[in-house]
């Protein structure tokens, strides 16, 4: 009987953490005379307005300025308008992963930012010059460039750390840009290549970047001006893709499952060549990958500076069971 008991309690408690988790993510940032406050689902005020900015509440707090001023005044409130940290920023983001960046009160321009828990903790220390939100476990951040030679004429360099904050590769880079939620391509200066979370670099010799001439067939781009599209565009990208996949039976019976990348050209017609495994997951479930992006019809290509081009696309292929 008393074991009985305590599951009840157990579930009694589980549910009411689940009430109180949508009560916090039901709560709305409104604006009313130049302040800002929070209503609930029903429009009921319940945090009053009286910030110069509020973002949406991340883990059960919210990113508000306090100040109008020329310095701004950032800080956390909890969903009954309390403060959660006694410390204010000159600039900071919302939680997302347990993190968020801040950058605390110095001389004017010469501030870096860093990384506090939900107890508002410093965790990853004041040293960077650029940073960003936390997404499924990975953050693009960066620093002043000290090297023209190894980097570029750029004035900062940039890599990826994880909530540890170690860095991917353990090397940074001219450029990164966040490709998918595990994927980024980077580069260092005019080379590119695809980092995976796991730290893997993989460059393909074949590809030519900022080139002037965009009539060769040869060159294929990652950027261009007017991205290819496919017919009907993205959603109708993924729902084709969703019903050609065919599910190998013997990846079903064995339990197969991952994420297969694959790597194709978009043509200046339009049509798909090329097709290459990127990062596979399973021979069986990186062959109905290629089979699906080499069945896909004709884009509409994309342009550079006027020109139709070759362009150089990427696409993970997530196999999962139900």
Known sequence: MRQFKFVI?????????????????????????GKWGYVNNKGKV??????????????????????SGFIPFYTFIDVKGKKVFLEEYFNA???SDGLAFV??????????????????????PYKYKIVEKFSNGFAVVGKDNPNEDTYGDGSSIFGVINTNDSLLSKRWFSNVTRFSKDTFIVTIKDKKYTLFSN?????????????NDTTSDNINFYVVE??????????????????????PEIAKEKGIQGKVFVQFIIGKDGNISEVELLKGANPILDEEA????????AWKPGKHKGHLVNVLFQIPLNFKLN
């Open 103 to 124: 950058r605390k009160f110095e001389k004017f321009g010469t501030g870096y930012y860093g990384y506090i828990n939900t107890k508002g903790e410093l965790v990853i």
């Open 46 to 67: 319940v945090i009053k307005f009286q910030y110069y900015q509020a973002e949406l509440f991340s883990e059960g707090i919210a990113l508000v300025r306090e100040s």
């Open 9 to 33: 309690c157990y579930l009694l408690l589980f549910f009411n953490y689940s009430l109180i988790y949508c009560q916090v993510n039901t709560l709305t940032p409104k604006e009313k005379d």
């Open 290 to 297: 290629i089979r699906v992006i080499s069945a896909m019809p």
């Open 226 to 247: 007017t991205k290819p599209e496919f017919p009907g565009g993205e959603y109708e990208m993924m729902k084709w893709v969703a019903q050609t996949v065919i599910y």
């Open 199 to 211: 730290g893997e670099l993989v460059f393909k010799e074949n590809i030519v970047f900022n080139k």
């Open 93 to 95: 983001g919302s939680f």
